[in-house]
């Protein structure tokens, strides 16, 4: 029974560990969310438009940074 009770904690302190990551990643993704979306009001505001190109390299490298997004 010791056995299954260590392997239940070992289980355990993986699945926290892993929760405290997913949490780190979804707090550091809405703030990235927010400041983007501060900055598409601003730029559409200005009636600007951004390069398309540099847009989606720039999302493509900062979703990279998270582990849990392509779940």
Do not use: C
């Not at 239940?8 to 550091?28: C, H, M, P, Q």
């Not at 190109?53 to 940074?65: C, P, V």
């Amino acid at each position: 029974m010791r056995a299954v009770e260590k392997r239940l904690r070992e289980r355990i302190k993986g699945l926290e560990a892993e929760v405290e990551s997913i949490k780190r990643d979804r707090e550091e993704y809405r703030e990235h969310f927010k400041r983007r979306f501060k900055w598409w009001i601003e730029l559409l505001g200005k009636q600007e438009n951004p390069s398309l190109t540099w847009l989606i390299e720039d999302e493509a490298k900062w979703l990279r940074r998270f582990e849990w997004f392509f779940w």
